[in-house]
């Protein structure tokens, strides 16, 4: 079976889109509803009334029994806050910002909240299973969606989380917890698009803002690290858009500069393998690059594997399949789902 590159990136792509995380259970049992209805228990509604007189909605989670971690863009706009839980409502006494990272802390006296567990974010890793935990505006219950980590970017001290765990409009600032129930990270914001990503702050964050000082609510601030210029913005969120619709000459350009800037970056490395779509030698020695920072980078495995079913190299295809299986059994079986799809195509193509 001899493809092209630019068929074998097409496939990569809907792979990394695509995953299906249910077979994980296999591996690891989902958690049982007593426990994720504990960790509801430190959820909140966030509620806010805006200058102009709209209203407007978030979720909270409870990390002390008086403070209350959210978006800041939830807030900023504010001319009043409150949370509710249980039908009962209390208005904070002050706040701590974290105005690029997009994370506040609203302080509350007497609210007595049950705080969650805080996480090790220098621990996290590719295809962990993870729960997001959400109270979107239109819901009258917390939301809970079972997901895996798919990425993670190094920025400042700490990383940017991406999940397949999809949130909806009053699900900024709802949690994502590991299997454990400690809190990893925040849900902010999202790419644009119908297949977009979803990326959380990291818990690490969380707890340095613990330690700055109060601040008022419309003093002034900088904005958020993702609604910057588009040129501004981390190169984690420049790739997404020319990679998807597989502009291959734009990707590589945004991936030459990470690559620049941060030359021990996989996920650098892996998008400009991706945007060689006509030099399959590029394209293999950038994923190899990627994999010589993060051994265990699905997607460049999946991108090398089938590289090499391409080209007939069987052997370092089971090579890289038992890597994928390594990291997750259900990453092989949907590598052997697409090399299927590709041979049916092969077979029926002229």
């Known amino acids: 079976m001899r493809l092209s590159i630019r068929t074998v990136l097409s496939f990569t792509l809907n792979m990394c889109l695509c995953f299906s995380v249910k077979s994980y259970a296999a591996t690891l049992p989902d958690p049982s509803d007593e426990f994720i209805y504990k960790l509801k228990e430190s959820l ?17 989670v409870a990390i002390t029994k008086d403070y209350v971690v ?21 208005a904070p006494v002050a706040l701590l910002a974290d105005w690029k990272h997009d994370l506040c802390i609203l302080r509350f006296e007497w609210a007595n909240l049950k705080p969650v567990q805080m996480g090790d974010a ?33 920025m400042d001290d700490s990383e940017v989380i991406r999940t397949e765990a999809a949130f909806a409009i009053g699900a900024s600032g709802s949690p994502i ?24 702050v990291s818990v690490k964050w969380v707890q340095s803002l613990l330690n700055s000082a109060e601040v008022k ?10 609604d910057a210029l588009d040129e501004d913005r981390p190169f984690f969120m420049q790739v997404v858009l020319p990679y998807q619709n597989k502009r291959w000459d734009d ?16 996920e650098a490395w892996y998008y400009l393998g991706a945007s060689y779509a006509s030099n399959e030698k590029a394209a293999k020695s950038a994923y190899e690059k990627a994999l010589s920072f993060k051994p265990n ?46 041979e049916t195509e092969s077979t029926v193509t002229p």
């Open 251 to 266: 990707l590589q350009k945004v991936a030459l500069k990470w690559t620049a800037k941060e030359p021990n970056e996989a």
């Open 297 to 342: 980078h699905p997607a460049s495995l999946q991108a090398l594997a089938l590289l090499a079913k391409s080209q007939g190299n069987q052997a370092e295809f089971e090579k890289m399949r038992l890597s994928l299986k390594t990291v997750d059994d259900s990453l092989a079986e949907s590598l052997d789902v697409k090399i299927k799809e590709i």
């Open 122 to 154: 220098s621990q996290l890793s590719y295809e962990q299973p993870v729960i997001s935990i959400s109270m979107p505006s239109d819901s009258p219950a917390p939301y809970v969606a079972l997901s895996k980590i798919k990425a993670l970017y190094t």
């Open 217 to 226: 609510l419309n003093s002034v601030h900088d904005l958020p690290f993702w």
């Open 44 to 60: 909140v509604k966030v509620n806010v009334t805006t200058k102009s007189g709209g209203h407007g909605f978030g979720t909270g």
């Open 70 to 90: 959210t978006n800041c863009h939830v807030v900023q706009t504010a001319n009043g806050i409150s949370i509710s839980k249980w039908g009962e409502e209390f």
């Open 177 to 200: 917890f590991d299997y454990d129930g400690q809190l990893i990270g925040i849900s902010t914001f999202k790419s644009p698009g119908k297949n977009a990503y979803f990326y959380n």
